[in-house]
């Protein structure tokens, strides 16, 4: 049971990786060579290991398009574009306001 409602949702979507993998889907879909490439500084262990999760979740479709695998989000997880959106509006204005410096792909 939950104490309130944003630990579930930090439950689901919470940690480094989960989030920017799901931003990277938002996108559009992507397959799985190019996601890997755009999540930079995480291990191929720890990246298959995160896509399971979010897959489990049901918020990331896992799709056979020979020769590739793709990803997309799946319904649930566009529901959460309107947060995922505000999350990347946030990192844009704190970067500007803080002077870091955000890596353009």
């Known amino acids: 049971m939950y104490q309130c409602p944003v630990e579930l949702a930090l439950d689901v979507i919470g940690g480094k990786w989960r989030a920017v993998i799901l931003a990277h889907l938002k996108e559009r879909p992507h397959h799985y060579g190019e996601l890997r490439r755009k999540v930079a500084g995480i291990s191929e262990k720890m990246f298959v290991q995160r896509l399971r999760e979010l897959q489990d979740a049901g918020l990331v479709s896992r799709a056979e398009v020979p020769p ?14 309107p947060a995922l959106q505000a999350l990347y509006d946030w990192g844009v204005s704190r970067a500007a306001r803080t002077g870091v410096v955000i890596a353009q792909p």
């Open 68 to 81: 590739r695998v793709e990803y997309s989000l799946t319904e649930e997880g566009r529901s959460l574009e």
